[in-house]
């Protein structure tokens, strides 16, 4: 059984960091590409982020490109999100997806983790 | 960027109903257009992937149709478990991600 369990999640001031992780079994994590997606409450999903299965290439949405950064460590079936500078606009629950590359959906999905930054 | 709506925002329907949900894209992104189905506190389910495939496990009366920029999910005969929100997502330019803005079906 597939399976992500993310965890990190917090509440952070403004300007904070935070680091989330996403723990991946049930499937070859190493085959798959990752992606992170985030929910603001009461509001629709937004893509976050991808990084491919080999980690060497990454993509971002314009919301957060310079302030995050997505990883992975293959060995350890776990994929990563750093997030920096954060601000009010960044609160939300970040799932993370495993995505099939070239179909381009995300088929498994985690069940989430909040981040709230508030002063 | 590829805008996406969805019509209706949301709509009330009985047990039994067959429900007709429309996802419309600003660009041709032929037949890269995925559905969604979320319930309150949960993660998002992929139902339907490439326009019209079945993800495995989901329910037959699931369906998905069109291409282009005009895209459809239908729910033949509503059932209880079916009251959700349901988002269609796409995929542009060299690696970006879109999703429409959800249409919630609740109980008449």
């Known amino acids: 059984e597939v399976q992500l369990l993310e965890s990190g999640g917090g509440l952070v001031q403004p300007g904070g960091s935070l680091r989330l992780s996403c723990a991946a079994s049930g499937f070859t994590f190493r085959s798959y590409a990752m992606s992170w997606v985030r929910q603001a409450p009461g509001k629709g999903l937004e893509w976050v982020s991808t990084?491919?299965?080999?980690?060497?290439?990454?993509y971002y949405a314009d919301s957060v490109k310079g302030r995050f950064t997505i990883s992975r460590d293959n060995s350890k079936n776990t994929l990563y999100l750093q997030m920096n500078s954060l601000r009010a606009e960044d609160t939300a629950v970040y799932y993370c997806?495993?995505?099939?590359?070239?179909?381009?959906?995300?088929?498994?999905w985690g069940q989430g983790t909040l981040v709230t930054v508030s002063s | 960027d590829i805008q996406m709506t969805q019509s209706p925002s949301s709509l009330s329907a009985s047990v039994g109903d067959r429900v007709t949900i429309t996802c419309r894209t600003s660009q041709n992104v032929n037949s890269n257009l995925n559905w969604y189905q979320q319930k309150p506190g949960k993660a998002p389910k992929l139902l339907i992937y490439?326009?019209?495939s079945l993800q495995s496990g989901v329910p037959s009366r699931f369906s998905g149709s069109g291409s282009g920029t005009d895209f459809t999910l239908t729910i033949s005969s509503l059932q209880p478990e079916d009251f959700a929100t349901y988002s269609c997502?796409?995929?542009?330019?060299?690696?970006?991600?879109?999703f429409g803005p959800g249409t919630k079906v609740d109980i008449k």
């Open positions: 990084i491919d299965d080999s980690g060497d290439n990454t």
């Open positions: 997806a495993s995505l099939v590359w070239l179909l381009w959906y995300f088929d498994f």
């Open positions: 490439a326009a019209s």
């Open positions: 997502q796409q995929t542009y330019g060299t690696l970006f991600f879109t």
